[in-house]
């Protein structure tokens, strides 16, 4: 069953060509990374599908209707934590229910709690350590109605272990609410650790080189990421992105 | 510290050069003055509290509508925010005698005085105040389908407060100095009243007494300000 769809969409910025003819089908409840190097525009493709950019060419589809150039379908986690320093944790986490109108407190707590934040639900975000904020920012993403989720290089700004931890929670809470992410990171590891399916993005204009199915099983635990099998995977999605590069320096 | 040294010298050379009271008095002798006429200048203080008061309320209301306005109508920002330089151009002290002219000598001209020279800072601190909301958080906010009202309201409005308060900050002691102001050009109580009296007559230590209760009265607004900011903004964990 399709769920997410891009269909050929181009953009470009004055005479810059930032997206080349990116083709994407999505299914319900899959985990979707992609992967390619900084300023690849991937973070302008999430600008797409949440509406706030209108392509040149192209379509967008969310469960067979159309939401090119039309907000509010989407949830998304940016790079920063974006929390609003003058709402509480719990307020901030319950921003997009207010949004809606629809306040479900009780809710907000409890999966606050499961994150490991219930001592913090009445502290304001600058007491708050990097890992706590992003945690705080996904909380926010999954409380809102929305199936799909997008996550732009949520852990890209924390230190290796923090980031460790972090995807590891991450994946036992997808397990748990199944919901659809769409994840973008420049980090091969991570890439491979968390999705189901890997599309590698080449820079300049962006466009998919190449699509990789990951096929370890699930639940996924750290020790995976010293797996023979994961190496090799490792290296052959290496080699996709120095391709990508290659070509744009030569 | 330091002002207790400055008054200490002005006192001893105040003694010790011999000057005339009606040039320099001592600071002594001001404070006598301040107690000795001390139920007049309470009328006087408590009527120039009050005129700056509303006046300042005034101009931070007028302040206020004038900023949301043009931010939320752009249209409105390109053609007025000109003219609102302009009004600042003009010296208050050339407006006045027209006010007064206009509208009599009641409170409604000075109300306007103290408006004009309140509101400025207020709509322009909360301008840039509104325009200064980080990008990520207004593409956040759009994403996630808010409204143009929720926009406003939910994230420019609370990230603007500590522009607004220092542009508050500013017009509390404009708001002292218009209503001073106003107060010379006709009034029948207030400190700018007492001022020109003493002034008229060589009364140079009620001069002082003058300028000491101006300067306590923009304090005190100051104060009062930085407090209703510290529980605002300290307290909601910004700092």
Not at chain 2, 47 to 71: E, K, Q
Not at chain 2, 138 to 153: D, E, I, T, V
Request: charged share 20%.
């Amino acid at each position: 069953m399709e769920y997410l769809t891009l269909d050929n969409v181009n953009m470009s910025f004055h005479s810059h060509h930032v997206l080349k003819d990116i083709t994407l089908h999505i299914k319900k409840g899959e985990f979707i990374s992609l992967l390619g190097p900084s300023g690849s525009g991937k973070s302008t493709l999430f600008h797409l599908i949440g509406g706030l950019l209108h392509p040149d060419s192209g379509h967008i589809y969310l469960n067979n209707k159309e939401i090119t150039n039309k907000k509010g379908h989407i949830s998304y986690m940016p790079q920063t934590p974006s929390l609003f320093p003058w709402r509480t944790l719990l307020e901030n986490v319950m921003l997009i229910q207010e949004l809606s109108g629809k306040k479900e407190k009780e809710k907000a707590i409890a999966m606050l709690h499961k994150a490991g934040l219930s001592s913090f639900i009445h502290e304001y975000p600058s007491a708050l350590s990097g890992g706590m904020q992003q945690r705080a920012s996904f909380i926010r993403a999954l409380l809102s109605e929305k199936d799909i989720l997008l996550l732009d290089e949520p852990f890209g700004a924390l230190d290796e272990f923090t980031r460790l931890d972090m995807q590891q929670w991450l994946l036992n809470l997808w397990e748990q609410y199944k919901r659809t992410i769409l994840f973008i990171t420049h980090n091969i590891e991570e890439a491979l650790f968390l999705s189901d399916r890997i599309f590698v993005i080449s820079k300049n204009p962006a466009r998919i080189i190449k699509e990789v199915i990951v096929p370890f099983n699930r639940p996924r635990q750290q020790k995976l990421y010293f797996h023979q099998g994961f190496l090799q995977y490792k290296q052959e999605l290496y080699s996709y992105l120095k391709e990508g590069f290659d070509e744009f320096y030569h | 510290m330091v002002l207790l040294l400055l008054l200490i010298v002005w006192q001893y050379s105040v003694i010790y050069f011999k000057v005339e009271d009606w040039l320099l008095p001592s600071p002594m002798k001001i404070v006598e003055e301040a107690i000795l006429s001390r139920e007049t200048l309470k009328v006087h203080f408590l009527s120039t509290l009050f005129l700056s008061l509303y006046g300042f309320l005034l101009g931070t209301a007028v302040g206020l509508t004038i900023a949301i306005l043009l931010h939320r109508v752009s249209f409105l920002k390109k053609t007025i925010y000109p003219l609102l330089i302009l009004t600042q151009n003009i010296p208050v002290i050339v407006l006045a005698p027209l006010l007064i002219i206009w509208f009599g000598f009641g409170i409604l001209p000075k109300l306007i005085i103290i408006k004009l020279v309140c509101f400025f800072p207020i709509t322009i601190s909360c301008i840039d105040g509104f325009t200064q909301t980080p990008t990520e958080l207004k593409h956040y906010m759009k994403m996630s389908g808010a409204n143009a009202r929720q926009l406003f309201w939910k994230l420019e409005w609370p990230n603007s407060l500590p522009f607004l308060f220092s542009g508050l900050k500013i017009s509390a002691t404009y708001s002292v100095m218009g209503a001073v102001i106003s107060e010379w050009l006709g009034a029948k109580s207030g400190i700018g009243v007492y001022m020109t009296l003493a002034s008229s007559s060589f009364r140079t230590d009620r001069v002082f007494v003058a300028i000491f209760f101006i300067m306590m009265l923009s304090l005190l607004f100051f104060l009062v300000i930085q407090l209703v900011e510290h529980w605002f903004i300290t307290k909601k964990g910004r700092r």
